[in-house]
């Protein structure tokens, strides 16, 4: 039972289907649950890296930086084996959903200041000459015009996630790329090499290419009703003109 041709292979695959499935199943669990960590953790670093507070904006700085420049596999051996030994077990999963929201929101923290920071200073000027608070501020003027900004990074990183999932493999998780890897070297499947990489491989393309097609799509839509403008922005604009104008 061997190659990418044997039907033998491609039937062992398909009779054990329920073992990739459930491996599907606890990937997207994790994503999922890590997808909304880093969304908050994300939306948080923006937040105070545009505050215009010092202090925040040095925790917010520290935090990215220290994140990205260590590697997650580091980081999710640490949660797992480090805390481990000093009595502190949190499983596979929790682990995998922790290591991947903090790793993901240092990420996502970039995405949303980049995009809070492409919209005019001016704007937020005008904002508050018109009574505006920093929550009408954000929610009127400056998010309507940072979505499409942070829309494709934001949907990238949406997919880096999912993908990074495979880094469990290395605790020994029941994700995706764990199960593939079981089956493989299983006494009675092992040797189907090739068609289980494939169907693995497969999994992955089929969850995350829809993913980026529905991102540049949801893009293009927000470009093209960008000349209907929110009233709170048209008049963040005019006052900026004329600001600018004086």
């Avoid at 937040?47 to 700085?61: C, E, N, V």
């Avoid at 420049?69 to 949190?90: K, W």
């Avoid at 963040?236 to 004329?242: G, I, M, T």
């Amino acid at each position: 039972m061997s190659g990418l041709f044997s039907m033998d292979a491609w039937m062992t695959v398909w009779t054990h289907r329920d073992s990739f499935l459930l491996g599907l199943g606890n990937t997207l669990m994790t994503a999922v649950s890590a997808l909304v960590m880093a969304f908050l953790i994300g939306a948080t670093l923006g937040l105070m890296a545009t505050s215009g507070k010092k202090p925040l904006q040095f925790i917010a700085r520290v935090y990215v930086e220290f994140i990205q420049n260590t590697p997650l596999l580091l980081q999710l051996c640490f949660l797992y084996y480090a805390l481990a030994f000093a009595g502190l077990s949190l499983g596979v999963i929790r682990t995998g959903i922790i290591a991947l929201g903090v790793y993901t929101g240092a990420y996502m923290g970039e995405v949303i200041r980049a995009a809070i920071e492409s919209v005019p200073k001016g704007q937020f000027e005008a904002a508050h000459a018109q009574g505006f608070n920093y929550l009408q501020t954000m929610g009127y003027i400056i998010l309507p015009q940072s979505i499409p900004v942070m829309l494709p990074p934001m949907v990238n990183q949406v997919v880096n996630l999912f993908k990074n999932t495979s880094c469990l493999y290395i605790v020994g998780g029941a994700d995706l790329i764990s199960v593939t890897y079981s089956f493989v070297t299983g006494a009675s499947t092992g040797g189907a090499y090739a068609p289980a990489y494939v169907l693995c491989g497969l999994i992955f393309f089929v969850v995350c290419f829809p993913l980026s097609t529905l991102a540049t799509r949801w893009e293009a839509s927000l470009k093209n009703r960008k000349g209907c403008v929110n009233p709170a922005i048209k008049t963040a604009n005019k006052n900026v003109e004329l600001k600018e104008a004086a």
